[in-house]
């Protein structure tokens, strides 16, 4: 079962990235894998540009893909939630940032 879900979530991996030979860094599946199968809570602490956000919405999408419920992701910088709302979208999950009042939906 981890072989499929691994196998599914490069491929959402490739597809968020835009990138068709992207692979996972260190611990990126593993912190996936935690959430996916112990339905864990979970804080990765990585350095900017990691793929923090890609664990969560990777993860997010794949529980979804179970039935699973929404996932609430902060970030404090609106430049890397522009980016990660992107992302979600070419993976097919709906995101939603806002920013002292002002909502916007993808």
């Known amino acids: 079962m981890t072989t499929i879900l691994r196998e599914k979530a490069l491929v959402l991996l490739r597809q968020a990235l835009n990138n068709p030979s992207a692979d ?3 611990a990126q599946w593993e912190a996936i894998e935690e959430l996916l199968l112990n339905k864990s809570r979970l804080l990765v602490v990585q350095r900017t540009g ?10 997010t999408r794949l529980l979804r893909d179970q039935g699973a419920g929404c996932t609430l992701l902060i970030s404090p910088l609106l430049a890397l939630m522009r980016n990660q709302i992107a992302a979600a979208k070419r993976i097919g ?4 940032y806002s920013c002292f009042g002002h909502n916007s939906y993808s």
């Open 24 to 26: 996972f860094r260190d």
């Open 93 to 96: 999950t709906t995101s939603q």
């Open 50 to 59: 990691w793929g923090k956000s890609l664990v969560y919405f990777l993860a």
